[in-house]
T-cell receptor, first 111, second 112 residues
Framework: EDQVTQSPEALRLQEGESSSLNCSYT??????LFWYRQDPGKGPEFLFT???AGEEKEKERLKATLTKKESFLHITAPKPEDSATYLC????????????FGGGTRLMVKP | DGGITQSPKYLFRKEGQNVTLSCEQN?????MYWYRQDPGQGLRLIYY???????QKGDIAEGYSVSREKKESFPLTVTSAQKNPTAFYLC???????????FGPGTRLLVL
């Protein structure tokens, strides 16, 4: 069964302390890997889509990278406003426009 | 402004009662989805619709029903058969330049 696993489940950082979030997936024909940010009580907000190994995308303090088996969301010098749950999702090549979501990483950045 | 709206923001259900969650989009997207999110967990697919008058069960469809009579609307009914309905419900649609799923603000369902 195709699966998406995110780690860690929760991450506490001090403001300015850079780190990475991981999203690993079973290899079964990746058509796209998506990153979303979700604030408490709100719907997920789209961040990035990655399509092939070696691809990178950046937005402010966030950089997403992709290998053949996992994706990383690197957070450089985070600020308290970066605190949120980050979700990754995979679009499999045989699943049309359906996404399989990981469990999310809850990021807390303390000032 | 184009987007997805969900109403109400909070919904209370009495035991044995059916309740309906609204989802409307003005993005002109064909495909729409309903997800359930439990605390500290990811999203689980309830139902999806690729086109008007057609919909398919997702991974956890038992106790739920949907309709898709208009392109813009995809309401979800939580029936009395759903014994554990307390959760955050998210509606999404597929499309856009980069082709991704866009989400509404969500409805939190609580049981009285």
């Amino acid at each position: 069964e195709d699966q998406v696993t995110q780690s860690p489940e929760a991450l506490r950082l001090q403001e300015g302390e850079s780190s990475s979030l991981n999203c690993s997936y079973t290899v079964s024909g990746l058509r796209g890997l998506f990153w979303y940010r979700q604030d408490p009580g709100k719907g997920p907000e789209f961040l990035f889509t990655l399509y092939s190994a070696g691809e990178e995308k950046e937005k402010e303090r966030l950089k997403a990278t992709l290998t053949k088996k996992e994706s990383f969301l690197h957070i450089t010098a985070p600020k308290p406003e970066d605190s949120a749950t980050y979700l990754c999702a995979v679009r499999w090549s045989n699943a049309g426009n359906m996404l399989t979501f990981g469990g999310g990483t809850r990021l807390m950045v303390k000032p | 402004d184009g987007g997805i709206t969900q109403s109400p923001k909070y919904l209370f259900r009495k035991e044995g009662q059916n309740v309906t969650l609204s989802c409307e989009q003005n993005l002109n997207h064909d495909a729409m989805y309903w997800y359930r999110q439990d605390p500290g967990q990811g999203l689980r697919l309830i139902y999806y619709s690729q086109i008007v008058n057609d919909f398919q069960k997702g991974d956890i469809a038992e106790g739920y029903s949907v309709s898709r009579e208009k392109k813009e609307s995809f309401p979800l009914t939580v029936t009395s058969a759903q014994k554990n309905p307390t959760a955050f419900y998210l509606c999404a649609s597929w499309g856009g330049v980069g082709e991704t799923q866009y989400f509404g603000p969500g409805t939190r369902l609580l049981v009285l």
